[in-house]
């Protein structure tokens, strides 16, 4: 539409303006017409790629030409050129810059048709010189929209790129979520696994058949609790509600810790996301007991009050012998970002008093 209506002005004035020619008065109006065009065809230039200092220079040599070819010619749409450029430096420019170069307009367009037509019409030539100015208002609204729509699209932009960040921390949670589970399965039942098939190995060699029998069995029975235990995994990782106390209680049993559950308060169902990961801090804490502290008992408490609810997992001090073994290191970090994700608190320590003294205690509170 813009270029449609620049090339009309221009065509309006090579066929209506006059004198034209190639001499004398017609080759100064051919001449004006020309360097007026230019004026007006530079509008069309982006905005980044002219400078503001130069666009200023630019405009007002532009009302300059559009002024002399006013002054110059007898007849035709000159003074469409000045109404274009002042209303395009309201576009282009600051307003402040943009209304004084449309006062200037309309004094210098003014005198020039006082001067052409003379003294007897002073209202005509002063009237037609101001209005030149005016159109200086509507390149102002039209600038203002340009900002308003801008600055709409960059607001959605920024929304975009925001939610792109918040959609992408979401997944490295989840991610770090799942490596947690997969750490929880695999590599603890994988260690106690490989402890007993070592330990079958080693007493092979002694030729104790008996030993080497429950150590084997030993292994078949974690094989299978590792095969519970990724049940849990995939079905938490589906985020299905879990029943806190029902799991809780079919993971001590299945690990042989029965009736180790001491239930305190008034048993409430707690979101999908607490019931996982307070599972995910038991199933830690029993193969933490059996690798650190065979043979000893395990006391599981968990307590519903008004404010939080608190799982404390206590086992004694080892009966038999513990094998030396190297844990992932994973463990105790992986407990602490899921109570950290919840708004809780863990304690991890030795129990130093007590029938369970010389023992090891995880305690979690998760508020709400």
């Given at each position: 539409m813009g270029w449609v209506l620049t090339l009309c002005v221009i065509g309006s004035a090579f066929i209506t303006v006059r004198p034209?020619?190639?001499?004398?008065?017609?080759?100064?109006?051919?001449?004006?017409?020309?360097?007026n065009s230019l004026a007006l065809l530079a509008r069309h230039l982006p905005e980044h790629r002219v400078p503001p200092r130069v666009a200023l220079i630019w405009l007002t040599l532009g009302i300059v030409a559009a002024a002399a070819l006013i002054a110059v010619s007898r007849s035709g749409s000159s003074y469409l050129f000045a109404f274009f450029i002042v209303g395009h430096a309201g576009y282009r420019l600051?307003?402040?810059?943009?209304?004084?170069l449309a006062a200037f307009c309309s004094l210098l367009c003014g005198g020039v048709l006082y001067l052409r037509i003379g003294p007897g019409h002073h209202l005509l030539?002063?009237?037609?010189g101001l209005a030149t100015g005016t159109p200086v208002v509507l390149g102002i609204i039209n600038r203002s929209r340009r900002r308003a729509v801008?600055?709409?699209?960059e607001a959605a932009e920024s929304?975009?790129?925001?939610?792109r960040a918040e959609a992408q921390a979401a997944v490295l949670t989840e991610r770090g979520r799942i490596a947690r589970d997969v750490h929880d399965v695999l590599a603890h039942s994988l260690a106690g696994i490989n402890m007993q098939l070592e330990l079958a190995d080693a007493l092979i060699e002694t030729g104790d058949l008996e030993k080497v029998r429950e150590a084997n069995q030993?292994?078949?029975?974690?094989?299978k609790e590792s095969l519970k235990q990724a049940q849990w995994t995939v079905h938490a990782l589906r985020e299905d509600s879990l029943p806190l106390v029902g799991s809780l209680t079919a993971m001590l049993d299945s690990s042989g810790h029965r009736d180790a559950l001491t239930l305190t308060g008034t048993p409430r169902d707690v979101p999908s996301q607490v019931t996982q990961n307070l599972l995910r801090i038991a199933q830690e804490s029993l193969t933490n007991a059996v690798r650190h502290a065979p043979g000893g008992e395990v006391h599981v408490e968990l307590t519903f009050d008004a404010a939080s609810t608190t799982l404390r997992i206590?086992?004694?001090?080892?009966?038999r012998a513990v094998r030396a073994g190297v844990g992932s290191g994973m463990g105790l970090i992986g407990m602490r970002e899921r109570v950290a994700l919840l708004g809780g608190t863990i304690t991890a320590g030795p129990v130093t008093e007590g029938p369970d003294e010389g023992g090891w205690q995880v305690e979690a509170v998760i508020p709400g």
């Open positions: 034209i020619g190639l001499s004398g008065r017609g080759l100064v109006v051919a001449a004006l017409i020309v360097v600051q307003p402040r810059p943009a209304l004084a030539p002063w009237a037609v801008q600055a709409v699209i929304a975009e790129r925001a939610a030993k292994a078949h029975s974690m094989v206590r086992n004694s001090a080892a009966t």
